[in-house]
Structure formats: C-alpha cells, structure tokens
C-alpha cells in the first residue's frame, strides 16, 4: 500500500555529495550538499545548485519551517533563508564543526544547532546566541529535533538524549556506547534510532529499553510524521 517511490533523478551532479534534506510541504523541499549548494524543489522539478555557504568536507544540515524559512549549517558557518532570499553565512561556532540543525515555528523560525563539540546553539529573530557547552562527555551531538521553542531532544555519540524545557537541558543515557538520531512529532512522542538497528521510544516521561528494529542495520537515522508513522534507515541499506 502507499505512495511507490520515484525514479532517482541527478539533481546535482557536479556536487560532492548531497548530505540533507528538509520538506515542509509537498510544493517545497530544499537540498544541500558538501559544496555548500542549496537545490529548491518546487513540487515538480528542481532548481539548479545555488552557492550559499562555505562548502564543508563533512555535511551541511538543512532545516525549514516554511518556504520563507529555512537554516543551513556547514563547518562552523550558518545562513538563514527569508522571504527576500538567503542571507550572509555566519562564522556562529569558531573552531568547531555544527552537525545538526532543526527549526519550528512559521516564517520567523526558531532553531536549535548542534556540534560535534557537544555545544548547541540557539537560532531566534535577533539572530545566533553563543555556543553553550551541554554535552560535556567529549562524544558530542549527533542530531537534534525540535517541536517548538519549549521542547527538542539532541542525541549524542555515546547513547545519551537530551531534552530541551525551553530554559536548560537535561540527559539520561537511553543506548550507551552508541550514536543516537532523534525525531520528535509531540512532547510525548520521541523515536532515537541507534546502532545495530535499534529503536527507542519516549512518552514524555521515559524512554524505552532499546528494541531491535534491524539488526543487519548499522548507524541509523530516522524520521517521524506522527506517533504512527515513523521511517529508520540504516548504512547496511535497510529500511523499516
């Protein structure tokens, strides 16, 4: 049942890679790659790779709420996307690399960033805060996902979730040893995916004990569109 999946098209064949991708609506959709390119789907074709950003050797992360809204990340830079186009990138987090950004909210935005180094960084209409050292355990963040301003949980590197009240962070380990990806659709509805294929769940108060969802599966990402639909996949080329 369900929608079948398209033919793969090259979008961006002179890039190295594409590495992120966020849709707000079924008519917009924007990609990045390591070049620091952003492609605009417009519901039916995509748009040639635009520069935006420092091209990064690792990844540049995407986030929007709107087609007037949107945050791309790349190294240590940020940009943001408005209505009248993307702005200047920032150098928001010296030295350190940003792996992951989510954004809520309409066409203003709110948006939490996240690096390598375990610092999250806060995106509001006055601009980018400071670095805020969270994760102290030397892993550092591996994704993040907000569902508003009051609520995001980040996962770390060595199965740590943290969750986000609007004011500070708070941690428990919920898979220890191994990098976590989070998505969120409510307070009370959170799914980490991590390594080996497995899957954990939060109900607003705890997590789950890790289930294997795919054990053939290794590092794993997931995305979740309501407490009833959630996708993981995994690098051994699974899906669940």
């Known amino acids: 049942g369900g929608t079948p999946w398209s033919a793969a098209s090259a979008i961006d064949p002179t890039g190295g890679g594409l590495t992120s ?7 917009y959709c924007v990609a990045v790659d390591v070049d620091g390119s952003a492609l605009v789907y417009n519901g039916s074709t995509w748009a040639l790779p ?18 007037s809204f949107c945050a791309v990340v790349s190294g240590a830079e940020a940009v943001i996307h408005s209505g009248s186009g993307w702005g200047t990138p920032q150098d928001v987090d010296p030295g350190e690399t940003l792996d992951g ?10 948006c939490v960033a996240v690096d390598t180094a375990g610092d999250v960084l806060t995106w509001e209409p ?4 400071a670095p805020v050292s969270v994760d102290e355990n030397g892993f550092g963040f591996t994704s993040v996902s907000c569902i508003s301003d009051l609520f995001c949980v980040a996962g770390d590197g060595d199965g740590l979730a943290y969750t986000y009240n609007g004011t500070s962070w708070s941690n428990v380990t919920i898979d220890s040893g191994f990098p976590l990806d989070v998505s969120c659709t409510s307070v009370t509805f959170c799914v980490a995916a991590a390594k080996f294929g497995n899957g954990l769940i939060y109900n607003g108060t705890t997590w789950t004990a890790p289930a294997s969802i795919d054990p053939d599966n290794g590092d794993s990402a997931v995305s979740c569109s309501s407490p009833s639909f959630c996708a993981v996949v995994g690098d051994g080329g699974d899906a669940s």
Do not use: E, H, L, R
């Open 21 to 27: 991708v966020s849709c707000p609506s079924a008519s």
């Open 50 to 67: 635009a520069q935006i950003i420092k091209g990064n050797t690792t990844a540049a992360y995407v986030s929007c709420t709107s087609a």
């Open 101 to 110: 950004v989510s954004c809520v909210g309409g066409a203003v935005g709110f």
């Open 126 to 129: 006055s601009g980018w805060g």
